[in-house]
T-cell receptor, first 115, second 112 residues
Framework: AQRVTQPEKLLSVFKGAPVELKCNYS??????LFWYVQYSRQRLQLLLR??SRESIKGFTADLNKGETSFHLKKPFAQEEDSAMYYC?????????????????FGQGTILTVHP | DAGVIQSPRHEVTEMGQEVTLRCKPI?????LFWYRQTMMRGLELLIY????????DSGMPEDRFSAKMPNASFSTLKIQPSEPRDSAVYFC??????????FGQGTRLTVV
């Protein structure tokens, strides 16, 4: 079965400290993986995608197929990084012989960066 | 483009009443998703459509929940009858590129 797990519901760090938000998935195929972020009073929005191997706002995420993980990392956290973060695997699903995309989300991790 | 538009932003209703949540996706997007967000369960996928056709409704919790997409620019999520445990924030999202979803601001539903 397709499943995504974010083991930490809450994560607190001090400004300038490294931060790592964990994400593990289970899937028989190779999903595309995304991280979404929801800042206070803002819409949920895409942060980054694994296929682009990009760094957004100092965050990076590496797909580890062996460990089926896609952890989000930032070397020096900032107060403005405080938000809810969701790991989101995009699974291909077949229905009636046609392939469709199914975007699911983990339970989310609330990151608080203290001054 | 104003993005994904949801209405109402807040809804307070009494147990047993019918609730209808509305969504206008971004023009041209062929996927539409309905999610429910709670502290306990995070963001759950309820149902999604492709080109107005429901593809997977396995996340719909009960028969009390139903969703329709009569055309490419409108979708509804209906709860009838509503119960207090349905209280949550309901999000609609649309996408064109796989995985790159654009979310509405959500509807905060409170059932008393």
């Amino acid at each position: 079965a397709q499943r995504v797990t974010q083991p930490e519901k809450l994560l607190s760090v001090f400004k300038g400290a490294p931060v790592e938000l964990k994400c593990n998935y289970s899937y028989s195929g190779s999903p595309e993986l995304f991280w979404y972020v929801q800042y206070s009073r803002q819409r949920l929005q895409l942060l980054l995608r694994h296929i682009s191997r990009e760094s957004i706002k100092g965050f990076t995420a590496d797909l580890n197929k062996g460990e089926t993980s896609f952890h989000l990392k930032k070397p020096f956290a900032q107060e403005e990084d405080s938000a809810m973060y969701y790991c989101a695997p995009y699974f291909s699903a077949n229905a009636g012989g046609t392939s469709y995309g199914k975007l699911t989300f983990g339970q989310g991790t609330i990151l608080t960066v203290h001054p | 483009d104003a993005g994904v538009i949801q209405s109402p932003r807040h809804e307070v209703t009494e147990m047993g009443q019918e609730v209808t949540l509305r969504c206008k996706p971004i023009s041209g997007h062929d996927y539409l998703f309905w999610y429910r967000q709670t502290m306990m369960r995070g963001l759950e996928l309820l149902i999604y459509f492709n080109n107005n056709v429901p593809i997977d409704d396995s996340g719909m919790p009960e028969d009390r929940f139903s969703a329709k997409m009569p055309n490419a620019s409108f979708s509804t999520l209906k709860i009838q009858p509503s119960e207090p445990r349905d209280s949550a924030v309901y999000f609609c999202a649309s996408s064109l590129a796989p995985g790159r979803a654009f979310f509405g601001q959500g509807t905060r539903l409170t059932v008393v």
